[in-house]
């Protein structure tokens, strides 16, 4: 039982198709509290740092690409056991395999647009954290 914090996204495809309020809204009533929020056009460097760990496997510079390809919403979210929880959130990776009542469940079908990203453990939060808004300034 810990505090902590947590890197959330809205991907482009759901700013694209109006979900960013559907999906603050879960976190909201879930009981995270949202400590930092940019609405932003990931540049090209910043994804490739991002996604480090996939470099090289084939999926990479699509991903890339559609994470760059319009603005998403990058969120720090707090609360108790946020990382998992909001991992629970999101449901599985691949929509196909995500739950019904999980954000991935109910608004995407195919892996390449799953509509919102999650830290998967506490050093990958920290890393990402400091990615978007390391020196912003931004986090409450
Ligand atoms: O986002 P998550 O941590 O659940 O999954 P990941 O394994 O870290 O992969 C990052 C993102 O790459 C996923 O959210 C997918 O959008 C994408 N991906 C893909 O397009 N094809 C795959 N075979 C695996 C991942
Ligand atoms: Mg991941």
């Given amino acids: 039982m810990a505090t902590e ?5 809205v991907k482009p495809d759901g700013v694209r198709r109006g979900l960013v309020g559907t999906v ?6 879930k009981g995270y509290r949202i400590v930092g929020m940019r ?7 910043m994804a490739e740092r ?3 760990e996939h470099q090289g496997k084939p999926f990479f510079e699509p ?5 760059t390809s319009g603005p998403v919403v990058a969120m720090v979210l ?4 946020a990382i998992a929880g909001w991992r629970g959130m999101m449901g599985a990776t691949n929509p196909k395999d ?3 009542g999980t954000i991935r ?7 390449d647009e799953n509509v919102a990203h999650g830290s998967d453990a506490p050093a990958t939060a920290e890393r990402e954290i400091g990615i978007f808004f390391g020196e912003s300034g931004l986090i409450d």
């Fill in 78 to 81: 707090e609360g108790e056991d």
């Fill in 63 to 67: 991903l890339v690409a559609f994470i």
């Fill in 98 to 100: 995500a739950a019904a």
């Fill in 24 to 29: 603050v809204s879960r976190i909201e009533a």
């Fill in 105 to 111: 469940g109910d608004f995407a079908t195919v892996i």
């Fill in 39 to 45: 609405l932003m056009t990931i540049p090209r460097e």
């Fill in 50 to 52: 991002h996604y480090g």
């Fill in 5 to 9: 914090r947590t890197f959330a996204m």
